[in-house]
């Protein structure tokens, strides 16, 4: 099996890049800021699976979060890597009220946008709201995996403001990020199925303020995504 992960920040990746001992492949995307990391995984049945780590990269100075560089990096990395599966993977704002908790990683079972208010007809909203669809076996593998499903729901502002959270509400969005629905727009173009493995970092309902809870739990949110994510790919490549 070929996986490419998609993951915005180098924070949330390295634990895993540790893990895996995934080597830098320099130069790969260029003159695009994007970063691939790559390495090989056998199977209990012989076969080999390939795992591709692509992160966004960065400019100014910092890595590039948000809808413009994930569709740039999707779009880039599935046109030379030809995966059989997207994954994106990273933190997220989750809900109290829905059962969230700082370092929860959940499956993603939907996915929309949040903040495109685009008036007009039933086909403008559609598009403006996104709901492309996620892979077929999501659901099988968060229940083998005792692992709580959310739908994601993206943005390009780290904070909510009371119009995001109306849309989030009428359409049930649980998983509050900036890549997600961009991802998935990709992949629903390019006919590849994506997966969303997602680790709450800060409460959306918790009255704290978002860019500080956010920072203290971002290390220990991206140690349980890199636990998740090794069962999710040795579920998937069969691993010895
Ligand atoms: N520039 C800062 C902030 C990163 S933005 C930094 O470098 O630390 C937050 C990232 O985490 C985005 O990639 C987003 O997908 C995710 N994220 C975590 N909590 C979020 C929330 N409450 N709302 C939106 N995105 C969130």
Redesign the pocket.
Known sequence: MNILYII??QAEAQPFIDHYGVQEVKDFFAPLPCKLYQTSIKGANGETSTLSVVLNGQQHG??L?GCEAASMATLAAIERLHPDLVINS????GFQSRGADIAKVYIGNACMFHDRRVPGDDQWGTQALGNYPVWEGAEALAGQLHLPMGKVTTGSS?DMQPCDLKIIQENGGEL????GAAVAFVCSLMATPILFVKSV??L?DSGAE?FEE??RNLAKASQALKETNIRVIDHLTNAV
């Open positions: 915005a920040m910092s890595d979060v990273g933190t997220c704002g780290l509050k990020d900036m890549e970092t800060d959306c978002t956010f920072s």
